[in-house]
């Protein structure tokens, strides 16, 4: 096997109410590929999750197709948004192309649980769209959505509502209205 090659995203907190269903004040997530480069069987995209001091690692089933990219340079935010989803955590993943879709955590937490991609379009991506419309009563999740990459402002606003840009902010970025450029449905 090759030595092991990481690319890291930058850590982020969890919205406060994913982290009020973990019992947490620190909760953090990070996106890290292991030999990503070499788009062979050694590749592995991981979802590290840190919780109360301890850090939880998931495999994420990501499509191995042109255009699909955890990480987008260094240093990024992982391309993954947490909600609060029943008595799970959703990741929104907007990984690029095949790569979107949505993940599921079921809790309590344990390492090492393979998450597998729900695509775009599946019936569990469209019943965390429609979740997210409550969950968006947290300020932390929207401000992640709104505040942290045209993806998620698009998914945002077509699921929940205005980000609340000023009118030079939506000119500037034209993209955020065109939902379909980033999720790839309407």
């Given at each position: 096997?090759?030595?092991?090659?990481?690319?890291?995203?930058?850590?982020?907190s969890l919205p406060?109410?994913?982290?009020?269903?973990?019992?947490?004040?620190?909760?953090?997530?990070?996106?890290?590929?292991?030999?990503?480069?070499?788009?062979?069987?050694?590749?592995?995209?991981?979802?590290?999750?840190?919780?109360?001091?301890?850090?939880?690692?998931?495999?994420?089933?990501?499509?191995?197709?042109?255009?699909?990219?955890?990480?987008?340079?260094?240093?990024?935010?992982?391309?993954?948004?947490?909600?609060?989803?029943?008595?799970?955590?959703?990741?929104?993943?907007?990984?690029?192309?095949?790569?979107?879709?949505?993940?599921?955590?079921?809790?309590?937490?344990?390492?090492?649980?393979?998450?597998?991609?729900?695509?775009?379009?599946?019936?569990?991506?469209?019943?965390?769209?429609?979740?997210?419309?409550?969950?968006?009563?947290?300020?932390?999740?929207?401000?992640?959505?709104?505040?942290?990459?045209?993806?998620?402002?698009?998914?945002?606003?077509?699921?929940?509502?205005?980000?609340?840009?000023?009118?030079?902010?939506?000119?500037?970025?034209?993209?955020?209205?065109?939902?379909?450029?980033?999720?790839?449905?309407?």
């Amino acid at each position: 096997m090759p030595d092991p090659h990481f690319d890291l995203s930058t850590s982020m907190s969890l919205p406060a109410s994913v982290q009020s269903m973990l019992g947490a004040s620190d909760g953090k997530i990070q996106i890290v590929i292991v030999n990503g480069a070499f788009h062979d069987d050694s590749t592995e995209t991981l979802l590290l999750l840190r919780s109360n001091s301890v850090t939880k690692e998931y495999p994420l089933d990501v499509p191995n197709a042109f255009g699909v990219d955890p990480i987008l340079g260094e240093p990024s935010l992982p391309m993954v948004r947490a909600i609060p989803y029943q008595k799970k955590i959703a990741f929104l993943a907007d990984f690029g192309g095949t790569g979107n879709g949505v993940y599921f955590l079921d809790l309590p937490l344990r390492s090492g649980a393979k998450l597998q991609l729900n695509p775009v379009g599946s019936p569990e991506f469209n019943a965390v769209a429609t979740e997210l419309k409550t969950a968006a009563a947290d300020p932390t999740l929207k401000q992640q959505f709104c505040q942290t990459g045209l993806g998620f402002a698009s998914f945002y606003e077509k699921h929940v509502g205005s980000c609340g840009w000023p009118p030079e902010d939506y000119a500037n970025n034209r993209h955020v209205h065109n939902y379909s450029e980033f999720w790839g449905q309407n």
